[in-house]
């Protein structure tokens, strides 16, 4: 399974400190501009929009694996698994190795760690105990990879308050340095802007939190069906 959690620690880390530094110079916010494009709009919010751009990229790549990843045909074949059951009856452990080590998926590891454990006697209690080992595993691994979801959800909005705290602390820092005439219109300009930031955070955030609600159904519903097969491969391996 991907490992991003460090990486994206790593990019806040370096763009918290780039977001301070941008903070600490007083510069005179600019006015208010009407008709501003998309792309001015993010580019407003602040170097913090950097990383939020980068949090929905690996937002979108890691969507992209799970839909590619988390199918049941591919994972667990229902087709592998009544083979599977249909060798087992007639007492043919050696064509149940061969045919998982032919196959990669989360069915094959599950049996594969009973056969391995249980190459003397395949009712020993022993084989019940890692094929359970090896799916809780398998299960941790798909709560796992979605939990990356989960953890961009969180970050994400924070990232934006934090845009928005840096932008206001432009404003504000502009403002002495204005015409009595025209601080307001400064003022009002930077807050408008550091707004941009938190905006995105949360559109990032909801976007994601779909996507995890919605494979979160589908990690139970592999999860369930993992606890299924393995269940059926156990009873079948004791009645040898």
């Known amino acids: 399974m991907i490992n991003l959690r460090n990486v994206m620690m790593v990019i806040f880390n370096l763009f918290l400190l780039a977001g301070l530094s941008h903070a600490a110079s007083p510069k005179a916010a600019p ?110 691994n798909l709560w796992q990879n979605l939990n990356y979801l989960s953890d961009i959800v969180t970050v994400a909005p924070l990232l934006g308050l934090l845009g928005t705290v840096f932008g206001m602390i432009q404003a504000f820092s502009a403002v002495p340095l204005q015409s009595t005439g025209v601080k307001v219109p400064v003022m009002v300009a930077g807050i408008s802007k550091a707004m941009v930031a938190t905006g995105a955070g949360l559109v990032v955030a909801i976007a994601v939190l779909m996507a995890y609600s919605f494979f979160r159904g589908r990690v139970q519903a592999l999860t369930n069906v993992i606890e299924m097969y393995t269940d059926d491969v156990i009873k079948a391996m004791e009645n040898l």
């Open 31 to 140: 006015p208010v501009e009407h008709g501003m494009t998309l792309w001015q709009t993010l580019v407003a919010g602040g170097s913090v929009m950097v990383v939020i751009g980068l949090l929905s990229i690996v937002a979108g790549a890691i969507i992209i694996y799970d839909i590619i990843t988390f199918k049941s045909e591919k994972l667990l074949p229902r087709k592998l698994y009544e083979n599977i059951l249909t060798k087992l009856e007639n007492y043919d452990v050696k064509s149940v190795r061969e045919l998982c080590m032919m196959e990669n998926n989360i069915l094959s590891r599950i049996v594969l760690a009973g056969l391995d454990k249980g190459k003397k006697n395949l009712k020993d209690a022993s084989v019940k105990e890692a094929m359970e080992h090896r799916a809780r595993i398998e299960i941790g």
